[in-house]
């Protein structure tokens, strides 16, 4: 297994634990008396799921299994390769972190989320740009 | 390794929605954090149809269509014109399916690319149950 297809898959195995996390918290009874907390956690948790867990192990088999054109590498450009998951995930944190805050905390968390958006633009489109090759080239 | 064309084409589109699932998803978010345009709301249904339909399900779908066992020496997956037609109508059922989510679209459009996506996606479990053998049988 390449190395990138193991960080890919370790961290989408602990974005599943989060999002699992979250699920439990939200299900036991009570949490409702902390419900503006859970509300706003709902977009995070559902993008834990769905980018965090679901599409980085995606991503992280398709790195290891997709054809290549070389035996050698598993990328073209392993370092754009590396700089994607890097993106994604950098990303992905950030949201984890703002998205949760009351609306209208600081001007700044605003700009975050948007940070956090082109972060994770940019690495999914490197990542698939990477991929893309290999599915057409083989 | 070389992709079966109807392999590679499926694994193709699930891709290209990726692009555009993260696309609109960055947009709706930076739209959250700095008010882009109140207009912008409405692209989410469309970004929760390609993430789920065109992305996650076309290429679960492609993959098993590729590595699920083979068992006929000619046409060992099946025949490929007829699974070329139903990624056709997968296709055309997302198309249409996000046409329908907006106001200008005939009413009939969002039941008629429910269907072809039925269709399409319906045609091609039938093909992977077909597939599916125990061990040594």
Known sequence: ?138 | MKFHPVIRWMLGFSLFYLVLGFTLGSLLLIHKGINLHPLLWNLRPVHIEITLWGFITQLAVGVGYGIFPRYRARRPRGNPAAHTVLVILINLGIVLTILGSWNFAPDWTPAVGAAAKAVGFGGFAVTLWTRMRPYRV
């Open chain 1, 1 to 138: 297994m390449p190395p990138l297809t193991r960080w890919y898959v370790k961290c989408a195995l602990l974005y599943l634990a989060a999002a699992l996390l979250i699920g439990v918290g939200a299900a036991v009874p009570g949490s409702w008396q902390l419900g503006p907390l859970f509300a706003r956690l709902r977009p995070v948790y559902f993008h834990l799921f769905l980018v965090g867990w679901v599409t980085q192990f995606i991503l992280g088999v398709a790195n290891w299994l997709f054809p290549r054109a070389g035996r050698q590498h598993f990328n073209h450009h392993p370092a754009l390769a590396w700089t994607a998951f890097g993106l994604i995930n950098t990303g992905l944190i950030l949201r984890i972190f703002l998205e949760p805050t009351p609306p209208n905390t600081a001007a700044w968390i605003g700009w975050g989320l948007a940070l956090s958006a082109v972060l994770q633009w940019s690495g999914g489109l490197l990542a698939i740009l990477q991929l893309g090759r290999r599915v057409w080239q083989a």
